[in-house]
């Protein structure tokens, strides 16, 4: 267990669990019946790219990172492929089981993944292509319907703006790639509170989400754009993935306040986990 948890940053796995809430929520299919699968689906699918990116970045890692599960011996190569096996075949069975449309979006999203860490991730369309994960991840939950589509691009947003700036995890940042990923923050937090709500209520919840997300993960950023060493680089990634599950909170209470709040009880454990098991 504690090969599986290190080798696939299991706790970082909370972030994900509102994407296909929040899809869900936008195009009015609340997830239930076979639909319940769907925050399954992406969960292993999640798992699959950690376990998979550990196993691309094997020899990178045995320089930059000698701590990671590979090169430290916890885990052999062929173990971690094998783990990114069974987890994409479980990922994939319970969208399929989800429904058609559904499956579909989970083999898209399964492939996504796959081209990210395999052959996008070191080039110039790596945050783009880590931002297709995400926001396709919204869109499983919707089934693809149009009406979650904003929703899917503002997680693709900061999801984008936060690969951006990992790469400067271990060599530190330049202040324009801070910057950026500061203005994005900035920006999403606006789109997500502003978005159409179904009452003044709903408006109120979104807006206080929002300005948790924004004040978690601009906070680190602006510090790490004062110093943009490596460790206040790592500190503002580490901030924005965990600030997934705020943003997620706002874009789902512009609808359903009690889904929103189920959610909300998810960042204690984030907060905590998040100090035990690193999610970068």
Same mark, same amino acid.
């Given at each position: 267990?504690?090969?599986?948890?290190? %080798?696939?940053? /299991?706790? *970082? =796995?909370?972030?994900?669990?509102? @994407? #296909? $809430?929040?899809?869900?929520? &936008? +195009? !009015?299919?609340?997830?239930?019946?076979?639909?319940?699968?769907?925050?399954?689906?992406?969960?292993?699918?999640?798992?699959?790219?950690?376990?998979?990116?550990?196993?691309?970045?094997?020899?990178?890692?045995?320089?930059?990172?000698?701590?990671?599960?590979?090169?430290?011996?916890?885990?052999?190569?062929?173990?971690?492929?094998?783990?990114?096996?069974?987890?994409?075949?479980?990922?994939?069975?319970?969208?399929?089981?989800?429904?058609?449309?559904?499956?579909? %979006?989970?083999? /898209?999203? *399964? =492939?996504?993944?796959?081209?990210? @860490? #395999? $052959?996008?991730?070191?080039? &110039? +369309? !790596?945050?783009?292509?880590?931002?297709?994960?995400?926001?396709?991840?919204?869109?499983?939950?919707?089934?693809?319907?149009?009406?979650?589509?904003?929703?899917?691009?503002?997680?693709?947003?900061?999801?984008?703006?936060?690969?951006?700036?990992?790469?400067?995890?271990?060599?530190?940042?330049?202040?324009?790639?801070?910057?950026?990923?500061?203005?994005?923050?900035?920006?999403?937090?606006?789109?997500?509170?502003?978005?159409?709500?179904?009452?003044?209520?709903?408006?109120?919840? /979104?807006?206080? =989400?929002?300005?948790?997300?924004?004040?978690?993960?601009?906070?680190?950023?602006?510090?790490?754009?004062?110093?943009?060493?490596?460790?206040?680089?790592?500190?503002?990634?580490?901030?924005?993935?965990?600030?997934?599950?705020?943003?997620?909170?706002?874009?789902?209470?512009?609808?359903?306040?009690?889904?929103?709040?189920?959610?909300?009880?998810?960042?204690?454990?984030?907060?905590?986990?998040?100090?035990?098991?690193?999610?970068?």
């Amino acid at each position: 267990m504690r090969k599986l948890v290190a %080798l696939t940053r /299991a706790p *970082a =796995a909370l972030t994900v669990l509102g @994407d #296909t $809430a929040v899809g869900a929520m &936008a +195009a !009015g299919r609340p997830l239930r019946g076979r639909r319940v699968l769907l925050p399954v689906a992406s969960v292993a699918l999640y798992w699959t790219g950690m376990a998979l990116n550990d196993w691309a970045d094997r020899e990178l890692d045995a320089v930059e990172r000698p701590e990671r599960p590979i090169p430290s011996g916890l885990v052999s190569a062929d173990e971690a492929l094998g783990v990114a096996a069974v987890l994409l075949s479980c990922g994939l069975i319970a969208g399929a089981t989800a429904g058609r449309a559904e499956g579909r %979006l989970a083999a /898209a999203l *399964a =492939a996504a993944v796959i081209g990210y @860490d #395999t $052959a996008f991730k070191g080039g &110039a +369309a !790596g945050p783009a292509a880590m931002a297709a994960c995400r926001g396709l991840d919204v869109l499983l939950g919707a089934g693809g319907a149009r009406e979650s589509w904003p929703a899917a691009g503002v997680l693709a947003a900061h999801t984008c703006s936060v690969t951006a700036l990992s790469r400067g995890e271990v060599s530190g940042a330049d202040h324009r790639t801070v910057a950026a990923a500061l203005g994005t923050t900035a920006l999403t937090a606006a789109v997500a509170a502003a978005g159409d709500c179904a009452s003044s209520r709903h408006r109120i919840a /979104a807006l206080g =989400a929002s300005v948790l997300y924004a004040a978690q993960v601009g906070t680190a950023q602006l510090r790490a754009y004062r110093n943009p060493v490596a460790g206040n680089v790592r500190d503002a990634t580490r901030a924005g993935i965990h600030g997934m599950v705020p943003l997620q909170i706002a874009l789902i209470a512009r609808r359903d306040i009690r889904s929103a709040a189920l959610l909300a009880a998810v960042l204690p454990a984030v907060r905590y986990f998040g100090r035990k098991v690193s999610a970068t």
